[in-house]
């Protein structure tokens, strides 16, 4: 069990410090996360952490490929007008 970082990631760094297990490192075109470190923060915080402090809708996902923060969730906007904007990753349409 554990979260991937999508490409919608903008190489912020807000998670890279705030993993308790350093899963989180940096690559390129995006950070990624090491699947044998990730515990998802169970049994060290109540949230995955990365997804907390992440300031970008669908750039961290669970292991079914879920978004932990998905369209609209950030900006409430709502979803009916991203996917009328076209801002909705395709994924995740």
């Given at each position: 069990m554990a979260l991937?970082?999508?490409?919608q990631c903008v190489n912020c760094w807000a998670c890279y410090d705030v993993c308790p297990?350093?899963?989180i490192y940096d690559d390129k075109?995006?950070?990624?996360?090491?699947?044998?470190?990730?515990t998802e923060c169970l049994g060290d915080h109540p949230d995955p952490q990365c997804a907390a402090i992440c300031p970008i809708e669908c750039a961290i996902v669970d292991e079914l490929g879920e978004a932990?923060?998905?369209?609209?969730?950030?900006?409430n906007i709502p979803?009916?007008?991203l996917h009328?904007?076209?801002l909705v990753p395709p994924e995740f349409a």
């Open positions: 991937q970082i999508t490409a297990n350093d899963a075109p995006h950070f990624l996360i090491d699947d044998d470190k990730c932990l923060n998905p369209p609209g969730s950030l900006t979803i009916e007008k009328a904007l076209g």
